[in-house]
T-cell receptor
Framework: AQKVTQAQTEISVVEKEDVTLDCVYE???????LFWYKQPPSGELVFLIR??????QNEISGRYSWNFQKSTSSFNFTITASQVVDSAVYFC????????????FGSGTKLNVKP | DTGVSQDPRHKITKRGQNVTFRCDPI?????LYWYRQTLGQGPEFLTY????????KSRLLSDRFSAERPKGSFSTLEIQRTEQGDSAMYLC?????????????FGPGTRLTVL
C-alpha cells in the first residue's frame, strides 16, 4: 500500500496565484515525521520543511505555508503569490521512527508557474 | 560548506557491464542512504548505513547490487551485470542523528542509462 499519496500529478498556475499541493499519508506509528522537498529541473532534492507527529501547528515561511492535520492524515503545502522560480516537482515524504528513518516518498506534484 | 556530492553525475553503460557510483556525505553525518528514482516517480529507498554498518536493505536491492561504506565516510553503490531496468537516477542522502527521524540532505544524483 502506498504510504504517501500525492494525487495531483501536475498543476499549472499563472504567476501570483496561490496554489496548494496535497499530501495524504498512511502510518500505524504514533511517532513519525513528515517532510516536503523541492526538485527543480536540475534534479537535486531541496529540503523545505520537517514536521513531527506531535506538532500540528501550521507553519509559515515567507510565501510558503504548511497545514498538518492528523485527523485527515494530511500535510498540505501552500505557495502564496507563486513565482516562476517555484516551478519544480514537489515531494512529500514520511519517515517512521524505528523504521531506520527511511523515507517513503509520494510520486510528486509537478508545479508549472507561467508568467 | 559542502553538501552531499556524487560521482559520476551521468553514466551510460551497456547491458551486462558493472558500474560503481560514489557518494560523499556531508562531513560528520553518521547516516547515509541510497535511493533510486525513475522518471515521474518519487525516490525509493534502497539501503541505509549508520556509520559503517549497513542496517537495512530494501527488497529492491537484488543480489546484483552491493553497497559499502568503509570507515563510515564515503559510500559506493555497485551494480553488477546491469540490465535496462536499472536505468534510473541514483540518489544519495546523508543525515546526522542518534535516534528518531532526522532531515536527510540529498546529493545531485547519478543518472544511469543502460543501453
Amino acid at each position: 500500500a502506498q504510504k504517501v499519496t500525492q494525487a495531483q500529478t501536475e498543476i499549472s498556475v499563472v504567476e501570483k496565484e496561490d496554489v496548494t499541493l496535497d499530501c495524504v499519508y498512511e502510518t500505524r506509528d504514533t511517532t513519525y515525521y513528515l517532510f516536503w522537498y523541492k526538485q527543480p529541473p536540475s534534479g537535486e532534492l531541496v529540503f523545505l520543511i520537517r514536521r513531527n507527529s506531535f506538532d500540528e501547528q501550521n507553519e509559515i515561511s515567507g510565501r510558503y505555508s504548511w497545514n498538518f492535520q492528523k485527523s485527515t492524515s494530511s500535510f498540505n503545502f501552500t505557495i502564496t503569490a507563486s513565482q516562476v522560480v517555484d516551478s519544480a516537482v514537489y515531494f512529500c515524504a514520511l519517515s517512521e521512527v524505528g523504521n531506520f528513518n527511511k523515507f517513503y516518498f509520494g510520486s510528486g506534484t509537478k508545479l508549472n508557474v507561467k508568467p | 560548506d559542502t553538501g552531499v556530492s556524487q560521482d559520476p553525475r551521468h553514466k551510460i553503460t551497456k547491458r551486462g557491464q558493472n558500474v560503481t557510483f560514489r557518494c560523499d556525505p556531508i562531513s560528520e553525518h553518521n547516516r547515509l542512504y541510497w535511493y533510486r528514482q525513475t522518471l515521474g516517480q518519487g525516490p525509493e529507498f534502497l539501503t541505509y548505513f549508520q556509520n559503517e554498518a549497513q542496517l537495512e536493505k530494501s527488497r529492491l536491492l537484488s543480489d546484483r547490487f552491493s553497497a559499502e561504506r568503509p570507515k563510515g565516510s564515503f559510500s559506493t553503490l555497485e551494480i553488477q551485470r546491469t540490465e535496462q531496468g536499472d536505468s534510473a537516477m541514483y540518489l544519495c542522502a546523508s543525515s546526522w542523528g542518534l535516534a528518531g527521524a532526522d532531515t536527510q540532505y540529498f546529493g545531485p544524483g547519478t543518472r544511469l542509462t543502460v543501453l
